[in-house]
């Protein structure tokens, strides 16, 4: 299983707001490394969404934003629109495995 | 505009060898670290392995530490992974991705290439 927990999956109707769950260790998370989140359709590259935590690239709508506390991190989307139907990954580093971790990932569906 | 291409997936049997590539353009490529991601079908993404901005340094992820060798040619915008004693765990799409300078995470990706081991 992955380093990082995620909910496998989440649903919303247009407009409403979900919050995506990544829990992690004193490894990781906890040992004060950032948390990354992106997202992913099936047959395209994977997409930076939030670096740092709480940070946007450019072009990145101001309705994804992105918290850490301790040993957890979580990616909400508000005002939630169609084409945020697609998987999303919480991604960190790992001082004990001496790599980077992702979370299993969590498919958003919108209703 | 940054454009990374990855190829050299396909089929192979268990036990056989196989090289990707990772052609980059877009970006100065000789002072990024760059990395290997792959997804298996139905699962998440896995980290594999990353190579520094010169060369000297690579890491790997266990389950392939001394199976698999990264590496890239600066000359040609270049990354590849040297897929030996493939596993059917091995089958997934592997996808390029290059390390944001002074972060640990991953600013741009390519759209993958296919590897199933059978």
């Known amino acids: 299983q992955s380093v990082l927990t995620q909910p496998p999956s989440l649903s919303g109707a247009p407009g409403q707001r979900v919050t995506i769950s990544c829990t992690g260790s004193?490894?990781?998370?906890?040992?004060?490394?950032?948390v990354h989140w992106y997202q992913h359709l099936p047959g395209t590259a994977p997409k930076l969404l939030i670096f740092?935590?709480?940070n946007r690239p450019s072009g990145v709508p101001d309705r994804f934003s992105g918290s850490k506390s301790a040993t957890s991190a979580s990616l909400a989307i508000s005002g939630l629109q169609a084409e945020d139907e697609a998987d999303y990954y919480c991604?960190?580093?790992?001082?004990?495995?001496?790599?980077?971790?992702f979370g299993a990932g969590t498919k958003v569906t919108v209703l | 505009e940054v454009q990374m291409v990855e190829s050299g997936g396909g089929l192979v049997q268990p036990g056989g060898s196989l090289r990707l590539s990772c052609a980059v353009s877009?970006?100065?490529?000789?002072?990024?670290?760059m990395s290997w991601v792959r997804q298996a079908p139905g699962k998440g993404l896995e980290w594999v392995s990353i190579i520094g901005a010169s060369t000297t340094n690579t890491y790997y992820a266990d389950s392939v530490k001394g199976r698999f060798t990264i590496s890239r040619d600066n000359s040609r915008n270049t990354l590849y992974l040297q897929m030996n004693s493939l596993r059917a765990e091995d089958t997934a799409i592997y996808y390029c991705a290059k390390k944001y300078s002074g972060s640990y995470h991953f600013d741009f990706w390519g759209r993958g290439t296919l590897v199933t081991v059978s």
């Open positions: 877009g970006f100065t490529f000789n002072t990024y670290a």
């Open positions: 004193s490894s990781n998370i906890g040992a004060d490394y950032d």
């Open positions: 991604q960190s580093y790992d001082n004990s495995l001496n790599g980077y971790v």
């Open positions: 740092g935590n709480s």
